[in-house]
């Protein structure tokens, strides 16, 4: 799992959990402007300041008080401007109804279309059956565009003709996030993407300020870089007591951005100064005790040794058990961050059995001194899952950070896809699928969902989905194997 747990970065389980808002203030009053930025970041929604060309992102423009016509016009305009195949325009309505209800509402009756500009009836008269899509719609012509439609290329992006630059960049990247500043981190990992995707040394402003992404003050930036051999901007925001303190606490695993600038602004400087803080949770005491342990990417060969011991041990219980080594591992990287397992077997559906295999595989793993610590045990939905730590059982063995879900069998493929990643690949295609008009998580694939107090119902129909092949499938976009979805 990533360095922060997704309750600390905002409120955990609200309704807006894993969307990025960006408000449009056209017309929109300031008191309800200030409401409206309160509530988004307490329902577990990300504001998000400035309006990126790429990414997922929902826009909400005030549709009350603005005439359909105008309000048409700075959706036309916006999408203009920032491109992103990815962002949504919703009326601002549909954050009212959200708030109302305590539910995140369906799209349908808010979401407002980029509307295309009329083709002359000139142009009418010459349009074959060919040029005419009259049913396809917008998520139907830019699918394409959507990360998970992509293939992620490792071998373009670890050695390129721009890497001087892109290093550089991601020093920034980097101490924007571990300072909280994520959208800025975003953007500039969003330029690092696509300079690392282009296969030509850049050698000029022009060629730089061409690619996705990159606009003109980064450009900039990359000239300065190919002049100089460095950006004057690395050292101004990286070399401070204040970074290099965030960049260090931000290391502990159980803490993020904003653990570390609380932290820091307790006066604490140093993992000694931790250590006497009486206020710290379990977790940031075991990731504080192993600090050098779990700070540290395993090798694969690591993983694969970890993975063996989990999976003689389940198979001990239980001969047909399918177990799978997800995240960074399948996805074929060769350093991991911790090791996520998941498990099931062909007829695995009944809920005792779940817990009495996810429960059996916990004692005999602890009964061998293998799990050192546990970070937390629960139940999500159907699946059972397990944060903790592990210790082969060899001398020198350091301790590692290891995930196990036990799930029923008809959710394998949703938990599969999802295990797997990456992070950025599972936002991409969670994001396609609400504007397909559907909802996938880890459990199912389903049409229509309706989220009720906060908990999603789903009530909307499950779509079967027996393999990964079938969610691609389901969502009209190319197999991609997990080697592909390192975005
Ligand atoms: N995941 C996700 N969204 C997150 C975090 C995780 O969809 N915010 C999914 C994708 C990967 C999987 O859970 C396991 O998570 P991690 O172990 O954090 O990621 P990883 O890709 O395996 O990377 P690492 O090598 O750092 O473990
Ligand atoms: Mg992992």
């Given at each position: 799992m990533?360095n922060?747990?997704?309750a600390?970065?905002?409120?955990?389980?609200?309704?807006?959990?894993?969307?990025?808002?960006?408000?449009?203030?056209?017309a929109?009053?300031?008191?309800?402007?200030?409401?409206?930025?309160?509530?988004?970041?307490?329902?577990g929604?990300q504001l998000?300041?400035?309006?990126p060309?790429?990414?997922q992102?929902?826009v909400?423009?005030?549709?009350?008080?603005?005439?359909?016509?105008?309000?048409?016009?700075?959706?036309r305009?916006?999408?203009?401007?920032?491109?992103n195949?990815?962002?949504?325009y919703?009326?601002?309505?549909?954050?009212?109804?959200c708030?109302?209800?305590?539910?995140q509402?369906?799209?349908?009756?808010?979401e407002?279309?980029?509307?295309?500009?009329k083709?002359?009836?000139?142009n009418?008269?010459?349009?074959t059956k060919?040029d005419?899509?009259?049913?396809?719609?917008?998520?139907?012509?830019n699918?394409?565009?959507?990360?998970?439609a992509?293939?992620?290329?490792?071998e373009?992006?670890s050695?390129h003709?721009?890497k001087?630059?892109?290093?550089?960049l991601?020093?920034l990247?980097?101490a924007?996030k571990?300072?909280?500043?994520?959208?800025?981190a975003?953007?500039?990992?969003?330029?690092?993407?696509?300079?690392?995707n282009?296969?030509?040394?850049?050698?000029n402003?022009?060629?730089?300020?061409?690619?996705?992404?990159v606009g003109?003050k980064?450009?900039?930036?990359?000239?300065e870089?190919?002049?100089?051999?460095?950006?004057?901007?690395?050292s101004?925001?990286?070399?401070?007591?204040?970074?290099?303190?965030l960049?260090?606490?931000?290391?502990?695993?159980?803490a993020?951005?904003?653990t570390?600038?609380?932290?820091?602004?307790?006066g604490h400087?140093?993992?000694?100064d931790?250590?006497?803080d009486d206020k710290?949770t379990?977790?940031?005491?075991?990731?504080?005790?192993l600090?050098h342990?779990?700070?540290e990417?395993?090798q694969?060969?690591?993983?694969t040794?970890?993975?063996?011991?989990?999976?003689?041990?389940a198979?001990?219980?239980?001969?047909?058990?399918e177990?799978v080594?997800?995240?960074?591992?399948?996805?074929?990287?060769?350093t991991?961050?911790?090791l996520d397992?998941?498990?099931?077997?062909?007829?695995?559906?009944?809920?005792?059995?779940?817990s009495?295999?996810?429960?059996?595989?916990?004692?005999?793993?602890r009964?061998?001194?293998?799990?050192?610590?546990?970070?937390s045990?629960?139940s999500?939905?159907?699946?059972?899952?397990?944060?903790?730590?592990?210790?082969?059982?060899?001398?020198?063995?350091?301790?590692r950070r290891l995930?196990?879900?036990?799930?029923?069998v008809?959710?394998r493929?949703t938990?599969?896809m999802?295990?797997?990643?990456s992070?950025?690949?599972n936002?991409?295609m969670?994001?396609?699928?609400?504007?397909?008009?559907?909802?996938?998580?880890e459990?199912?694939?389903?049409t229509?969902?309706?989220?009720?107090?906060k908990e999603?119902a789903?009530?909307?129909?499950?779509?079967?989905?027996?393999?990964?092949?079938?969610v691609?499938e389901?969502l009209?976009l190319?197999?991609?194997?997990?080697?592909?979805?390192?975005?």
């Amino acid at each position: 799992m990533s360095n922060e747990l997704p309750a600390k970065r905002r409120k955990a389980g609200g309704f807006f959990d894993d969307l990025s808002i960006h408000l449009y203030p056209a017309a929109l009053s300031k008191i309800r402007q200030g409401i409206f930025e309160r509530q988004i970041p307490q329902n577990g929604g990300q504001l998000v300041s400035s309006l990126p060309k790429s990414g997922q992102i929902l826009v909400l423009i005030e549709d009350n008080a603005i005439e359909p016509a105008r309000l048409q016009q700075i959706v036309r305009d916006l999408s203009q401007k920032h491109p992103n195949p990815e962002a949504t325009y919703l009326g601002m309505s549909w954050l009212s109804k959200c708030l109302e209800t305590g539910q995140q509402c369906l799209f349908d009756e808010f979401e407002l279309k980029v509307s295309e500009p009329k083709p002359s009836e000139s142009n009418l008269g010459k349009m074959t059956k060919k040029d005419e899509h009259p049913k396809e719609s917008y998520v139907d012509r830019n699918r394409h565009k959507f990360v998970c439609a992509q293939s992620s290329s490792d071998e373009a992006t670890s050695t390129h003709p721009n890497k001087l630059i892109t290093d550089e960049l991601e020093k920034l990247a980097g101490a924007y996030k571990n300072s909280n500043d994520q959208w800025r981190a975003f953007g500039y990992q969003k330029a690092i993407t696509s300079i690392k995707n282009y296969p030509k040394a850049i050698t000029n402003r022009d060629e730089a300020a061409a690619l996705p992404n990159v606009g003109k003050k980064m450009a900039d930036k990359i000239i300065e870089i190919i002049e100089q051999g460095s950006l004057q901007k690395v050292s101004e925001v990286c070399n401070n007591e204040r970074m290099q303190v965030l960049a260090l606490f931000n290391r502990v695993w159980g803490a993020g951005p904003k653990t570390a600038e609380q932290w820091f602004l307790k006066g604490h400087r140093t993992l000694e100064d931790l250590q006497n803080d009486d206020k710290l949770t379990a977790h940031q005491k075991v990731g504080l005790r192993l600090f050098h342990d779990l700070d540290e990417r395993m090798q694969r060969e690591e993983c694969t040794e970890i993975y063996a011991h989990v999976q003689a041990t389940a198979l001990e219980i239980n001969p047909n058990l399918e177990v799978v080594a997800c995240g960074s591992y399948r996805r074929g990287k060769p350093t991991c961050g911790d090791l996520d397992i998941l498990i099931t077997h062909p007829k695995l559906d009944d809920d005792l059995e779940i817990s009495s295999i996810f429960n059996g595989l916990l004692n005999r793993l602890r009964a061998h001194n293998f799990l050192t610590d546990d970070l937390s045990i629960m139940s999500e939905g159907r699946q059972r899952k397990y944060l903790g730590v592990c210790k082969l059982l060899k001398s020198g063995a350091k301790h590692r950070r290891l995930d196990i879900i036990v799930v029923p069998v008809e959710e394998r493929a949703t938990a599969l896809m999802y295990f797997t990643g990456s992070a950025h690949f599972n936002r991409s295609m969670r994001l396609l699928a609400i504007k397909m008009g559907m909802s996938l998580s880890e459990h199912a694939l389903v049409t229509d969902v309706v989220r009720v107090n906060k908990e999603k119902a789903n009530t909307g129909t499950v779509i079967p989905t027996p393999t990964e092949a079938s969610v691609f499938e389901a969502l009209q976009l190319p197999y991609r194997a997990p080697n592909e979805r390192n975005h």
